[in-house]
Each structure stands twice: as C-alpha cells, then as structure tokens.
C-alpha cells in the first residue's frame, strides 16, 4: 500500500524568508509523488511531480521538491515566500506500477501561513 | 489551454434525494477520476473510468454510481444523500498509455460543491 505522511499540519513563515513543506512516502513500487497546492474555495493545483527522472525537481512560482530514496522524502521548498503562496499544500503519491489509471493518495495537507 | 469542467459548482439537496454530478476531461484525456473532499479533509478517490470502463475503486459509497460515455464525459449518481454527503467533489482527468499509466499527472476541475440539508 502507498502512503504520504506531511509532518507539519501548519507551517507559518515571514515572506521573504524561505519554506520548508516536509513529506515522507510509503510505496511498494516505483512511486510517482507529486505536490499540490490548494487556495481557499478553489480547486487542485499541480506544482511539480516526480516520476524517475531528475531527482530535483522544478515546479511552477518557484517551487522545488527533492526525491531522496534513503531517506523516502519528497520535500517542497522555495528560497523566498510570497504572500500569494499561503495556501493548503497536499504532498500525493500514485502507484504507478500497477499497470492501471492509477489513483491520487493523498497527505493531510500543510496549511502555509505567510506573514508580513 | 482547456481545462476540467465539472457541473454544477454548488448543488443544495436534502437529504434522501438524488444528485447527478458531470465531469468534461481535457480532450484527448481518457481517464477520470473522481475525488471526495470533506470539510478540512483531505481529497479521497472514490472511482476512476479509463477508456469507459472501470479501473480502480475507492471508497464510494454502493448509493454512489459512475460511468464514463462515449465521449469521454463522466458522471456520478448519488443517491439517498446523508448529511454527511456534504463535501467538495473533484474530477480529475489524465492522458495516458497502456504501459505507463500511473506517470502521467491528473489535472483537477473546480469541483462541485454539495451541499445535503
């Protein structure tokens, strides 16, 4: 079975300084992980996504995530926040080896809060 | 670039009655899925059509129903709705091929917002 555990339920930084959303895997298979991004009363976002290739990955307004297999981490960071990143933040893993349309498993959720 | 669009964006039904929720895939996607989210929840798959045909299950209530048409549209059936029907519905949709299908990322409609009284 896949699992995604985000260790912060809420993260709270000053803009301009640095984010850090934390998430660790679980998965039989080769996953595939991605990070979401959630605003109040608005849909699902894809930032970046992993899926065997470069082990950094970029994503969309500056994100990045790093895959590092020894440590089953998937953790999104940004050099510097923005007041427009305070939002729900969802770390998703998909068994891809399946050989099926593969379901989303998603984390909690960590609520970025960004303050002057 | 087109996205997905789900229909209605907010539904008020009360409780036992039925409620028909639609979901258009980016063209040329042939899988879609369909998502629950709760109130502070995180999103929880309920079902998912590839090529019309049922992939995978989640944990969708047996009053809830889906199918996929010939043009690729989905549509969940929800019937008897409990109070605790009362979430935000995604449909997400994905284009894949036979092998790799789990690579491919699902882009997320708005949703629809029900609201059981």
């Known amino acids: 079975a896949q699992s995604v555990t985000q260790l912060d339920s809420h993260v709270s930084v000053s803009e301009g300084t640095p984010v850090l959303l934390r998430c660790n895997y679980s998965s039989s298979y080769s996953p595939s992980l991605f990070w979401y991004v959630q605003h109040p009363n608005k849909g699902l976002q894809l930032l970046l996504k992993?899926?065997?290739?470069?082990?950094l990955v970029k994503g969309i307004n500056g994100f990045e995530a790093e895959f590092k297999k020894s440590e089953t981490s998937f953790h999104l960071t940004k050099p510097s926040a923005h007041m427009s990143d305070a939002a729900e933040y969802f770390c998703?893993?998909?068994?891809?080896?399946?050989?099926?349309?593969?379901?989303?498993?998603f984390g909690t959720g960590t609520r970025l809060q960004v303050t002057l | 670039a087109a996205g997905v669009i789900q229909s209605p964006r907010h539904l008020i039904k009360e409780k036992r009655e039925t409620a028909t929720l639609k979901c258009y895939p980016i063209?040329?996607?042939?899988?879609v899925y369909w998502y629950q989210q709760g109130p502070g929840q995180d999103p929880q798959f309920l079902i998912s059509f590839y090529e019309k045909m049922q992939s995978d299950k989640g944990s969708i209530p047996d009053r809830f129903s889906a199918q996929q048409f010939s043009d690729y549209h989905s549509e969940l059936n929800m019937s008897s709705l409990e109070l605790g029907d009362s979430a935000l519905y995604f449909c997400?949709?994905?284009?894949?091929?036979?092998?790799?299908?789990?690579?491919?990322?699902?882009?997320f409609g708005p949703g629809t917002r029900l609201t059981v009284t």
């Open positions: 063209p040329r996607h042939d899988t």
């Open positions: 997400a949709s994905s284009g894949t091929n036979a092998r790799d299908r789990g690579r491919y990322e699902q882009y």
């Open positions: 992993y899926t065997s290739a470069a082990t």
């Open positions: 998703v893993v998909s068994d891809s080896a399946t050989g099926t349309a593969s379901k989303l498993t």
